[in-house]
């Protein structure tokens, strides 16, 4: 590796003295977020249900509604897989740019939210019922 990409010793250190405000943009920003993002799976799952009324009816027992809240925490926690990419990117020289488009990263882990919960619901819960 050649001295001009051999980061400098006192850049590193800068670095991790910015890690307490880089933490804390990563949460304002995706915490925010967050609450569009349960809501929009909440939608997504309450239309199932209000469309398709009679036949969801047999799926609601006590194991399908664990299964539920167990779902809803797996999604949760596949949203914090968000700050891995984001804390990483801004420590980067582009950060600045990161940070102006990390709403594709929210955009792209929505749909795919969205799409999953789709699946779950259609291939695990329609059938059955």
Known sequence: MDAQHTP????????????PTILSDAIRYWERRRILYNLILAVVVIAWIGLTWPHFRPAF???????????????????CAAYVADVTMQFTDFGAAWRRGRWILWLLGMVLAVVLANYWIVDEIYPFV
């Open 8 to 19: 400098k010793p006192a850049n590193r250190v800068s670095q991790f003295r910015d890690l």
């Open 61 to 79: 027992a006590a194991p399908s509604l664990l299964l539920l809240v167990i779902l809803a925490a797996l999604a949760n926690l596949c949203y």
